[in-house]
């Protein structure tokens, strides 16, 4: 006794002193901490397995040259309007000007991982007498594949595009009848054409993915599509994905492209992530609150019952601010305390759990990598939380009168 | 025989005019304490007497400083405190005063030496008295051998008999060296063979240390063994006279 000082002495005497209180308001805030703990890990875990799952062979972000408009010579107004009715006019393949320069801006932007130039279009997939509609990219593979991982959706084959090899969604695969190994002819709408020998086939994950996609080389591509050295979209991957919408208003503004986001292309999905983030939100908020009201109450009594233990050191020379630090630190030691205990029961609740809930296809439904921070986050919430907890009770005990505590 | 240590220039307490009204603005206003006036000389070992009811404990509790006076004037060791802020008073009570309740009134969760060393601890993390926790560690040793408890240095309070517990009270009262202890019926729980005994420790370090008592008790038998006798009747002093007999011991 002695090197701890004062307020810490009587703060942990008080606090073991309370045995049952104490063990219970500790283990209040051990559950809570540790439900918290556990939301926000499989919450992170499920949804970027989600969206990995959803965004699936798309990028992040396109950028894409702005849609063809009409604009009427006289613009109308509510008083007058002299237009009818405008046609769309229709949509011709447009490429990005000045490619080059665009591509080395978008990957210099913060929050920007990686970029890929494609050049993209609709062609038609001819085999004997199979001819079915698709979705031409043309890329270099490696560049593309840190904007969209294709190696876990190789089904068959390798993931190579040398000139005159493609890659192929099975359903297309299956359509036409090929088999690894197969050659296929590829035609543009102008007649155009290149043969292309199946080098892998890929699952997307969707079907519709799947019936359409065919990967080649860019140079191929380009001159299929009738646009040698021009490419059609910059696909972007980010770093947060929910926060693309942010990225995507930056490259707006400094490209004057069209950009689009995965979360355009999926609102539903967004919508839900947000839902289900605004509602953990809420189930951590009131576990908060519930943690806090439960350690400022088990305080309240604390001080009711130490009344004169309290008169006592205050007529022994005890100050109002001694005395609020005392109960403050047995708010803040409780705090720590649960945050620990909290976090390690957390964690064993996430591996127990990564190993029970399986998705549809087996595998976890969430995996065990948790931030190392979230531990740190937690012990900063929870102190900060004993604190403001023990505020009312530790204001009690600084104000009570010593002569009338004493008297009994 | 002891000679009594020289009185210093100022006078520990000078009470002039003091009084006390309990819910003072209220309907139910009463004036407990009417216009005291008090001298308490350095190493004086004084009995507060009278009857229930008479103010002895608010007159204790305001020379404590745990009490405001509603009015007259408070001077403790020369210093003014009528109008000192709570902090100020706090400070003032713990560097210059002890005390000793009726109930002992230990904390049960430290044992008899660290209830000795609190005070030293408080002032520790106030800085105003030693830092070291060692010296106040070896002085309420000291103490504690001085009132006979050798033995029980790491008992807690529930494993002493009362009168033990008194014992450490008043190691508790003494480990800052006051110069004034306020003792609020310190035998009044006890039986005589007991009450005897801290009466008789009280007197030894008055008489060692001169450090000054003032002694609230009941019992006329023990009044009859300090040597200032002031006896309070509702609200007034009624009698304050040196005891010759005891002065002449």
């Known amino acids: ?46 949804q970027s397995d989600l969206i990995q799952r ?30 009818a009715s405008v046609q769309a006019r229709p949509q011709r393949l447009t490429t990005i000007d000045g490619w080059p320069v665009l591509a080395r801006q978008t990957e210099a932007t913060p929050g920007v991982i990686a970029i890929a130039a494609v050049a993209s279009g609709s062609a038609l997939a001819i085999k004997g007498d199979a001819t079915r509609s698709i979705a031409l990219l043309g890329t270099n593979l490696a560049h593309y594949m840190r904007v969209v991982r294709l190696d876990d959706k190789l089904a068959q084959g390798v993931l190579r595009l040398e000139p005159g090899d493609a890659l192929v969604g099975n359903e297309l695969a299956r359509d036409l009848g090929a088999v690894l190994g197969d050659r296929f002819r590829v035609q543009s709408a102008d007649g155009t054409n290149q043969v292309f020998l199946i080098r892998g086939i890929l699952d997307l994950g969707t079907r519709e993915l799947n019936r359409r996609y065919v990967y080649v080389d860019l140079r191929a591509a380009q001159s299929i599509l009738g646009i040698p050295g021009r490419i059609t979209n910059i696909d972007v991957a980010v770093g947060d994905i929910m926060r693309a919408d942010l990225i995507a208003a930056r490259l707006r503004a400094q490209s004057g492209q069209l950009i689009e986001t995965w979360i355009q292309t999926n609102q539903q999905v967004f919508a839900a992530i947000n839902n289900q983030n605004i509602m953990t939100l809420l189930i951590r908020v009131f576990v908060t609150i519930v943690v806090a009201l439960g350690i400022a109450s088990v305080l309240v009594v604390s001080v009711v019952q130490k009344r004169k233990e309290i008169g006592i050191l205050r007529a022994i020379g005890a100050t109002r ?64 939380l004993g604190l403001i907890a023990a505020v009312l009770p530790a204001r009690n005990a600084a104000h009570l009168d010593p002569a009338q505590a004493i008297r009994g | 025989m002891t000679v009594m240590p020289q009185a210093p220039a100022a006078p520990i307490v000078a009470l002039e005019q003091v009084r006390k009204t309990y819910n003072e603005g209220l309907p139910n ?30 007159l204790l509790n305001i020379l404590g400083l745990l009490e405001r006076a509603s009015g007259g004037s408070f001077r403790l060791g020369g210093r003014d405190v009528t109008s000192l802020d709570d902090d100020a008073r706090t400070r003032a009570r713990h560097t210059k005063l002890g005390f000793i309740f009726q109930f002992h009134h230990l904390l049960p969760a430290f044992n008899s030496i660290e209830n000795v060393m609190l005070p030293a601890l408080i002032g520790g993390s106030l800085g105003v008295a030693d830092k070291e926790g060692k010296t106040a560690r070896a002085r309420a040793a000291r103490l504690l051998d001085a009132v006979g408890l050798q033995d029980a240095h790491n008992k807690k309070p529930q494993e002493l008999s009362g009168g033990m517990q008194q014992r450490v009270a008043v190691a508790r009262s003494l480990v800052l ?24 420790l009280l007197r030894q370090f008055n008489r060692e240390q001169g450090t000054a008592f003032l002694i609230v008790t009941h019992d006329p038998r023990l009044a009859a063994r300090c040597d200032r006798i002031i006896e309070l009747v509702d609200g007034r002093i009624a009698g304050d006279r040196a005891n010759r007999a005891e002065l002449a011991e």
């Not at chain 1, 604009?71 to 237009?83: G, N």
């Not at chain 2, 060296?177 to 008789?200: H, K």
């Open chain 1, 1 to 46: 006794m002695g090197a701890l000082g004062f307020e810490w002495t009587v703060a942990l005497r008080f606090l073991r002193e309370g045995r049952m209180q104490t063990a219970l308001i500790i283990g209040g805030a051990t559950v809570g901490v540790s439900v918290i703990f556990f939301i926000t890990a499989v919450l992170v875990g499920v």
């Open chain 1, 321 to 384: 601010a001694q005395m609020l630090r005392v109960f403050l630190l047995q708010g803040a030691i409780v705090g720590v305390a649960g945050a620990l205990l909290g976090s390690g029961m957390g964690l064993l609740l996430v591996s127990i759990f990564s190993r029970i809930l399986r998705s549809a296809s087996g595998t976890p439904l969430f995996s065990l990598h948790f931030d190392p921070g979230l531990i740190g986050i937690v012990v900063v919430v929870s102190t900060v």
């Open chain 2, 29 to 58: 206003a009463e004036e407990v304490l009417h216009g005291i006036d008090l001298v308490v000389q350095g190493g004086e070992f004084t009995a507060l007497i009278g009857p229930s009811g008479s103010g002895k404990s608010t």
């Open chain 2, 177 to 200: 060296a006051p110069q004034l202890v306020l003792a609020d019926e310190p035998t009044g729980n006890l039986d005589t063979r007991s009450s005897d005994s801290i009466f008789a």
């Open chain 1, 54 to 83: 959803v965004t699936g062979a798309q990028p992040h972000i396109i950028l894409k040259p702005p849609e063809e408009t009409v604009s009427p010579l006289i613009a109308a107004t509510p008083e007058a309007p002299r237009v």
